[in-house]
């Protein structure tokens, strides 16, 4: 079993930065593939990104590969997401989403067991 808690959400000008964290309870949080989704208002949960039970591969959405990054701290039981060069299509609520690994395909969110209570971002223009 495995709980996630996101923080790190805020209000922020185009071009800023946040750094996303979730932390994760559970044995065995090291053998897991983790992933982040968003949501924005009226759209479908969209992926983010994924990373590999040791962090040593990562998946990211077109929209923000090159400005995102995705990493883990298996001691300290948690990932996080840095956000950079922030847009305003990034407003959403974000949710942090874990899974057994099974395979490379982090994009599918119902192949996710656990997920978080989300965190908002709100980008303005």
């Known amino acids: 079993q495995v709980q996630l808690v996101e923080s790190g959400g805020g209000l922020v000008q185009a071009g800023a930065s946040l750094r996303l964290s979730c932390a994760a309870s559970?044995?065995?949080?090291?053998?897991?593939?983790m992933a982040w989704f968003r949501q924005a208002p009226g759209k479908e949960r969209e992926f983010v990104a994924g990373?590999?039970?040791?962090?040593?591969?990562?998946d990211y959405a077109d929209s923000v590969k090159g400005r995102f990054t995705f990493s883990r701290d298996n001691a300290k039981n948690a990932v996080y997401l840095q956000m950079n060069s922030l847009k305003p299509e990034d407003t959403a609520a974000y949710y942090c989403?874990?899974?057994?690994?099974?395979?490379?395909?982090?994009?599918?969110?119902?192949?996710?067991?656990?997920w978080g209570q989300g965190t908002q971002v709100t980008v303005s223009s």
């Open positions: 559970g044995r065995t949080f090291s053998s897991y593939a």
């Open positions: 990373i590999t039970w040791g962090g040593t591969s990562t």
């Open positions: 989403a874990a899974r057994r690994y099974d395979g490379p395909d982090y994009r599918t969110p119902g192949r996710y067991a656990y």
